[in-house]
């Protein structure tokens, strides 16, 4: 199946500084990604739909300037959290899609923890 | 209302036990449905698909139901190594996957 690498897989930082967590589909053109977050024994909550070469769109309640996602080409994906912050600490994942597919490959995960 | 419902349990059962897992969805222009399987601190990987008709894989078998909004996964002859968090995830044609809070299963000695 399609393969999706996310990294880093485990960061650690310190509260106010940014985090950047990349997103890679490695053997197909992702026109489109999805950031999730999951809390500790939580489903997985859907953050942004990201499309390449136009603005991510976000879920209700998500803060575009503090969650910044850029897709700037059709294998990358990248989200910065900004100004991190300890309630920011979670489990992010991304998944891709290519246009009209609809089952998903999800990258491994970031665990963050913000000190 | 959550659009994806699920029992999150936990279902403690022996091995070689039969269990089943229940989900609701609330769209009902949903279009695609899938069990996922999370292990802790891992990646959801999926599980099946889920079809009209009924689909079975092994000791898996999911139906869905789309006149009542309802979604099952079966599992018949548990294993050990069954024991994980089930997610019931619904999606319509773009890509965007909603899923549940997950169901989970321990299966004992």
């Known amino acids: 199946g399609a393969v999706v690498s996310q990294h880093p897989s485990r960061v650690i930082c310190k509260s106010g500084t940014s985090v950047k967590i990349e997103c890679r589909s490695l053997?197909?053109?992702?026109?489109?990604m999805f950031w999730y977050r999951q809390f500790p024994k939580k489903s997985l909550m859907l953050m942004a739909t990201?499309?390449?070469?136009?603005?991510?769109?976000?879920e209700q309640g998500v803060e575009k300037d503090k969650f910044l996602i850029n897709h700037a080409s059709l294998t990358l994906s990248t989200l910065t959290v900004t100004s991190a912050h300890p309630e920011d600490s979670s489990f992010y994942i991304c998944?891709?899609?290519?246009?009209?597919?609809?089952?998903?490959?999800f990258g491994q995960g970031t665990r963050l923890t913000v000190v | 209302r959550k659009e994806v419902e699920q029992d999150p349990g936990p279902f403690n059962v022996p091995e070689g036990a039969t269990v089943a897992f229940n989900c609701t969805y609330s769209?009902?222009?949903?279009?695609?449905f899938f069990w996922y399987r999370q292990d802790c601190r891992k990646e959801p990987k999926l599980l099946m698909s889920?079809?009209?008709s009924g689909n079975e894989d092994g000791r898996f078998t999911a139906q869905l139901n789309r006149a009542s909004q309802y979604i099952s996964l079966l599992i018949r002859d548990s294993k050990l190594s069954d024991s994980a968090t089930y997610l019931c995830?619904?999606?319509?044609?773009?890509?965007?996957?909603?899923f549940g809070q997950g169901t989970t299963l321990q299966v004992k000695p």
């Open positions: 998944s891709a899609a290519t246009q009209g597919y609809v089952e998903a490959f």
């Open positions: 053997d197909f053109q992702a026109t489109t």
């Open positions: 990201s499309n390449e070469g136009s603005k991510a769109t976000y």
């Open positions: 769209n009902s222009a949903s279009q695609s």
């Open positions: 889920v079809y009209s």
């Open positions: 995830v619904v999606s319509g044609n773009t890509g965007k996957l909603i």
